[in-house]
């Protein structure tokens, strides 16, 4: 096996290129799922993997599969998957980096002619942020079977637009069967999205699966009165409800520190006047933990402080758990390769649970998976400044290239 290194200035340039499709003002990118400018990023992406030879392939949820023939057609395909969509203030390589990633590794195969054992296939998964259309992950949740195609086709987007209508809207609804597809692995490039590596100056993370997750949606119910006419303890103030429910939250967390941790992401006020009491309040939470027995005490906790804190206060409510997705182990073997690649390309590398959500957590229900980490700027994302250098990202890609052919050559 050649020591086939990858292209780190044309992985780069081909980043800073797409970063424009759906570029903000400050430096990020806003592509959400289904938009015109996911269109635009996949059309880019299915002209770029057909340069190369490759056929790419769209299924009933949008996920697109861009394959290279190996030398044996019998084998199941070796996956790089990731995603191209992205939060509202997001950032360039959230997804993005594990995406073009892989395709900066097809290139180099394509360029120096290397056949591989079993095909290779880059993926780019539909609606990985949730941010749309919740829940996260949710169409490679559709390949592994975790959801239906019509579950995911009925979620409505905030403004009442359906998953279905955008992806025929954008011409993405593919023929193939969601889950039909089986890969002998699949691996993912991705920014940390936290500080331990840059903190540690380690350029690999070795993911070994990705911690429990669960959403949950809340509606108060108060009542809408005159702010000047109504007196204090007369009032049904959902917002106050909301304010105190937040805090609890906040403090469940805390309570199963420090692993646990707990979030108030979204907030709807009815009708947001400044001289109404508010009169109804939707709100999103966003429990995580490795272990799923803590997310059942968590869980617990708030269902019992929702009855507390609202009931004393007049207050209705309805709560409901929109996803529930449990702790992750990934694949030993290709975790194994994932540390041979680092060390064949020289980096340190540590071993880590994810703390975000990934695509992989779902397709390592149904093949063989796992990750590969690599550090972004004070662990931030999901925030425009979200900054991985051109070394880390040209690290990532050498090491998921390494690792592809590592497994490859076992296969062989
Ligand atoms: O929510 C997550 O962790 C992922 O970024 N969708
Ligand atoms: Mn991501
Ligand atoms: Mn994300």
Redesign the pocket.
């Known amino acids: 096996m050649q020591n086939l290194q990858i292209d780190a200035r044309r992985l780069w340039d081909t980043l800073m290129h797409t970063a424009q499709i759906g570029g903000t003002a400050k430096g990020g990118i806003c592509r959400l799922t289904l938009t015109d400018f996911d269109r635009q990023v996949r059309d880019w992406f299915k002209a770029q993997c057909e340069a190369l030879g490759c056929t790419v392939s769209v299924d009933e949820v949008g996920n697109m599969f861009a394959r290279r023939p190996g030398r044996n057609q019998k084998l199941l395909p070796i996956a790089m998957g990731s995603h191209l969509d992205t ?1 509202p203030t997001g950032g360039k390589f ?2 993005v980096l594990g995406v073009l990633g892989a395709l900066e590794a097809m290139r180099r195969l394509h360029e120096v002619g290397y056949e591989t054992n079993a095909p290779i296939e880059i993926v780019n998964w539909t609606n ?4 749309r259309y919740a829940p ?2 949710l169409a490679s949740g559709v390949f592994a079977g975790v959801f239906t195609p019509e579950f995911a086709c009925s979620r409505t987007d905030r403004d009442g637009k359906t998953f279905g209508e955008e992806l025929e809207r954008i011409g993405y609804k593919g023929k193939d069967k969601a889950g039909a597809r089986k890969f002998a692995a699949m691996f993912e490039l991705h920014i940390e ?1 936290g500080p331990i590596l840059e903190d540690e100056g380690r350029m690999i993370g070795v993911v070994q699966g990705v911690q429990g ?1 669960r959403w949950y949606e809340v509606t108060i119910t108060g009542q809408e009165a005159h702010t000047g006419a109504t007196p204090m303890r007369l009032r049904k103030n959902a917002l106050l409800g909301a304010a105190r429910m937040i805090e609890r939250i906040d403090a469940i967390a805390l309570e199963h520190a420090p692993d646990a941790v707990g979030t108030v992401g979204m907030i709807e006020n009815k009708p947001n006047s400044r001289n109404v009491v508010p009169g109804e309040v939707f709100f999103t939470i ?1 429990f ?1 933990h490795p272990d799923d027995k803590v997310l059942d005490a968590m869980e617990a906790k708030l269902r019992g402080a929702l009855a507390a804190i609202l009931e004393p206060m007049k207050l209705s409510y309805k709560e409901r758990r929109i996803w529930n997705s449990p702790a992750v182990k990934f694949a030993p073997e290709l975790i194994e390769c994932v540390r041979i690649g680092a060390q064949k390309a020289g980096f340190a590398s540590r071993d880590m649970i994810s ?4 695509d992989a957590a779902y397709v390592a229900r149904v093949a063989p998976t796992t990750m590969i980490f690599v550090p972004c700027a004070g662990g931030i ?2 925030n425009e400044a979200e900054s991985t250098s051109f070394e880390q990202c040209a690290a990532g890609a050498q090491v998921l290239l390494n690792a592809v052919l590592e497994y490859d050559r076992r296969l062989g």
């Open positions: 939060q959230d997804g990985e942020e949730g941010s996260a992950m999205q997750m966003d995580r703390g975000a959500g990934h994302s999901h």
